[in-house]
């Protein structure tokens, strides 16, 4: 056995893990083959429904003139907050977001009523026909706005170490100021959607896009009235999810079920692009005030920071993702004496949610802001003062809330990184370009990445699996994580292929369903091939003990001596093919099939101090990124962007590249082009791909490296690998920075620009001429 526990095989150069492999749906997603929710085919008699959206931001409800939507073309039915037979809610943590608004609405695009109709189109053109009366009520619509007013969805929190006070007095150099940092739409290529089949003895089948399948099937139950075994939840595939479809996705699933338990038949509800931007949560956007302590050489003494996000009307995850983003203040940096408030703020606006990074990637900008900063005061390399500041090995390697850092390898990470794409001698030649060129200028950046892996709530922490060995010796696996394109479902057959020692097309992956997994997490925070992966290596397992023991009996031998490898079974000298030996443990009555459970270790967190180990390891990574930006439009372009990520021991090096990739551009997307605007009514103005820009073709660096670091975790992790979902969505933090870098050149580096996120044309502009006002004052 190895120190995994995994048999070690005899085949020489056989594996099932640690190879790249292409995704188990590439060939469908290719050829269009691929089923997603609404490719199902419809049952008979299948209703379609859509949803009356408020157009007021925060007012009561004094009157609503229905008659107009009932009246219109195929509508069966029109339904409100009155209709639903059990709870109106389907807030994931507190229960202050209702299914359906009754009385109050609180932000523009809330839900109102259902109706149901014979057609897509003609429910979707009822919707707004009709007639609502309203008191408006004061909105607030942005975080400054909440912290002014004291409103937020949850108390404030507070984690501290040292005396931060007495650190800042004894501090020769401060700096201090304010960042604001938007939001980000998911803008997955599938939207929202869910579809309600009525079954018999009040069952509720549910078909949906969806991360969270158990949290679906009770919020259904709860809106129906009825107990969890009453409602299925299936999710084959998401075309797209980043935390948008964890908890958002419950509304849709609950409307659906409501209206099919009332009208006794199928109900679709999927929503348009336009619906789905207005009615769910975003990323959610921060404004910082940071105050920083520093000696002559660049290393902090003291931090304090104070965060506000615009958490929405409502709680949904805003108080998981403020902890973590207090949990990433630090990012690379050892901090002696820190102090980190963050705040929830209310706000008249979609309620946020879980967005890739989860608040990570927010908590952890704030201090490079700082130290870019720091480093143009002191006039030195920000990547020299970066490094001044990491977190040490065996000293200074203690977290603000109190986990060691134990597997720490940033230090050899950036110095390859910076060798490899020849930091140093870029940054010349940037310099002489920029001499020489007073319109356009370049910048560049080396920032790094240190990431917290596991949910927040220990209890998340857990998995299942069944893995059903057929008598042909096929395989079938079915586990409680969900398919967004990310490749879960292949580095899962992977293991199990490995474990059995089976070719993996002998393995196959059946949908996500609450009725074979039950009480599963949220496929979210980086934990789904970790989580998953390890429940299917138990199930498997299990079944290859007890075929060895077989195998032993019928052959000689000792059972733990017995190795399979390339669908074929080594046993007492002789070769067996695995097809062959699963028909004669069939016949003498072996279980071919069995649950795996999987259960992370070592967590621990108290709220109340914001302290323990909530992590069970740290994903290492580090970005170069060199930009040229044009001083008279704002206009800029990436040139070259150079990746290193740790993998730990890759599942899967071809699918973890590209989580890499994916991840780089759309955080850089999220700090550059991807604004979300309201206006002063509090409507969400950039709802379509006409108005919200997400990065494209043309936007990804013409050179662009991507390697993985070499590394094994320390931690029992599946085989010694690391997450690669939300990692690397920090990466891109060098482009903003090198963007920062290009307009400090407009004033010779002298003068720190006052640069927002995201860094749009119009942003970039403002900073330029905040740059040369202050250079010639």
């Known amino acids: 056995m190895n120190d995994a526990g995994t048999a070690v095989l005899q085949t020489p150069g056989w594996t099932a893990v640690g190879v790249a492999r292409p995704h188990e749906s590439a060939a469908l997603h290719v050829l269009g083959q691929a089923h997603y929710t609404d490719d199902i085919p419809e049952v008979r008699g299948t209703l379609h429904a859509a949803?009356?959206?408020?157009?007021?931001?925060?007012?009561?409800?004094?009157?609503?003139?229905l008659v107009p939507v009932r009246a219109s073309r195929g509508v069966v039915a029109v339904l409100t907050a009155a209709d639903i037979p059990g709870a109106n809610d389907c807030g994931p943590i507190i229960h202050d977001d209702p299914i359906l608004a009754d009385a109050l609405v609180q932000y523009v695009g809330q839900p109102l009523f259902i109706v149901v109709a014979d057609t897509h189109d003609n429910a979707r053109r009822a919707a707004r026909l009709a007639q609502v009366t309203y008191e408006e009520l004061p909105a607030i619509l942005t975080p400054q706005a909440a912290r002014a007013a004291q409103s937020y969805v949850l108390p404030p929190m507070r984690l501290a170490r040292g005396d931060a006070a007495a650190a800042f007095a004894r501090a020769p150099h401060k700096v201090s100021g304010e960042l604001y940092v938007g939001g980000q739409e998911q803008f997955y290529l599938e939207g929202q959607i869910a579809y309600a089949i009525p079954k018999e003895d009040s069952g509720m089948q549910v078909l949906c896009s969806t991360q969270h399948p158990s949290?679906?099937?009770?919020?259904?139950?709860?809106?129906?009235?009825?107990?969890?075994?009453?409602?299925?939840?299936?999710?084959?595939?998401?075309?797209?999810?980043?935390?948008?479809?964890?908890s958002q996705s419950a509304l849709w699933a609950a409307a659906a079920a409501v209206a099919a338990a009332r009208l006794k038949r199928p109900v679709k509800l999927r929503a348009d692009r336009d619906d789905d931007m207005l009615v769910t949560g975003k990323r959610h956007c921060f404004h910082y005030e940071y105050e920083v302590g520093y000696d002559d050489q660049g290393r902090i003494l003291a931090a304090k920071v104070d965060m506000v996000s615009r958490a929405g009307f409502s709680a949904d995850l805003s108080g998981p993702v403020a902890t973590r983003a207090v949990c990433h203040f630090d990012n690379t940096y050892y901090l002696s004496d820190v102090e980190i408030r963050a705040a929830c703020g209310k706000t008249n606006t979609q309620s946020n949610t879980a967005f890739r990074g989860f608040g990570g990637p927010q908590g952890a900008i704030a201090l490079e802001y700082v130290i870019d900063e720091i480093a143009r005061k002191l006039g030195r390399d920000a990547l020299d003062i970066r490094k001044l500041n990491f977190y040490g090995v065996g000293e200074r390697d203690v977290t603000?809330?109190?986990?060691?850092?134990?597997?720490?390898?940033?230090h050899e990470l950036v110095a390859e990184l910076e060798a490899s794409s020849e930091y140093r001698a870029r940054r010349q030649a940037i310099a002489s370009f920029n001499a020489a060129s007073p319109v356009l200028k370049?910048?560049?950046?080396?920032?790094?990445?240190?990431?917290?892996?596991?949910?927040?709530?220990?209890?998340?922490?857990?998995?299942?699996?069944l893995v059903h060995v057929y008598v042909d010796g096929s395989v079938l696996v079915n586990h409680g994580g969900t398919e967004m394109g990310q490749g879960v479902n292949t580095k899962v057959m992977q293991v199990v292929a490995h474990e059995l020692g089976v070719e993996m097309a002998r393995v196959r992956i059946s949908a996500t369903d609450t009725s074979k997994v039950a009480n599963t997490s949220a496929t979210a925070a980086s934990t789904g091939a970790d989580l998953n992966g390890k429940a299917a290596q138990d199930a498997a397992r299990q079944i290859r003990e007890r075929l060895a023991a077989f195998a032993a009996r019928a052959h000689g031998g000792n059972a733990?001596?017995?190795?399979?490898?390339?669908?074929?079974?080594?046993?007492?000298?002789r070769e067996l093919p695995f097809n062959e030996l699963v028909q004669a443990a069939y016949l003498t009555r072996v279980q071919l099939w069995s649950d795996g459970y999987y259960a992370t270790p070592g967590l621990s967190w108290d709220a109340s101090t914001m302290t323990g180990n909530p992590f069970q390891y740290f994903a290492y990574g580090a970005a170069v990124s060199e930009v040229v930006v044009d001083t008279l439009t704002g206009e800029w372009k990436l040139?070259?962007?150079?990746?290193?990520?740790?993998?730990?021991?890759?599942?899967?090096?071809?699918?973890?590249?590209?989580?890499?990739?994916?991840?780089?551009?759309?955080?850089?997307g999220?700090?550059?082009?991807?604004?979300?605007?309201?206006?002063?009514?509090?409507?969400?103005m950039t709802h379509a791909p006409s108005t919200y820009k997400i990065p494209a073709v043309s936007d990804c660096p013409q050179d662009f490296r991507v390697r993985l670091f070499k590394n094994t975790n320390v931690a029992d992790s599946i085989h010694r690998s690391k997450a690669v979902g939300e990692p690397p969505l920090l990466l891109p933090f060098s482009v903003f920075f090198a963007i920062r870098d290009a307009?400090?050149?407009?004033?010779?580096?002298?003068?720190?620009?006052?640069?927002?996120?995201?860094?749009?044309?119009?942003?970039?502009?403002?900073?330029?001429?905040?740059v040369q006002a202050a250079s010639t004052a």
């Not at 080396?446 to 927040?456: D, E, Q, R, S, Y």
């Not at 050149?745 to 860094?759: E, K, R, S, T």
């Open 743 to 770: 307009i400090s050149a407009v004033g010779d580096h002298q003068v720190n620009p006052p640069l927002n996120a995201p860094a749009t044309s119009e942003e970039i502009l403002k900073a330029i001429t905040a």
């Open 560 to 573: 733990e001596d017995v190795r399979f490898a390339a669908d074929t079974v080594f046993v007492n000298g």
């Open 670 to 684: 999220w700090l550059t082009t991807e604004e979300l605007w309201w206006n002063a009514g509090g409507k969400l």
């Open 639 to 668: 040139l070259r962007a150079d990746c290193l990520y740790d993998a730990g021991n890759s599942l899967n090096p071809a699918i973890d590249i590209g989580q890499v990739e994916g991840a780089f551009i759309q955080g850089m």
């Open 215 to 246: 949290e679906m099937q009770h919020v259904v139950a709860h809106a129906l009235g009825l107990h969890s075994h009453h409602v299925v939840v299936e999710c084959r595939r998401m075309g797209g999810g980043f935390g948008g479809k964890e």
């Open 400 to 410: 603000p809330y109190g986990q060691r850092v134990v597997d720490n390898v940033i």
């Open 51 to 65: 949803l009356g959206l408020s157009s007021k931001p925060h007012a009561r409800i004094m009157a609503i003139d």
């Open 442 to 465: 370049k910048g560049m950046a080396l920032t790094p990445v240190k990431f917290g892996i596991a949910f927040n709530v220990s209890h998340l922490n857990q998995a299942g699996a």
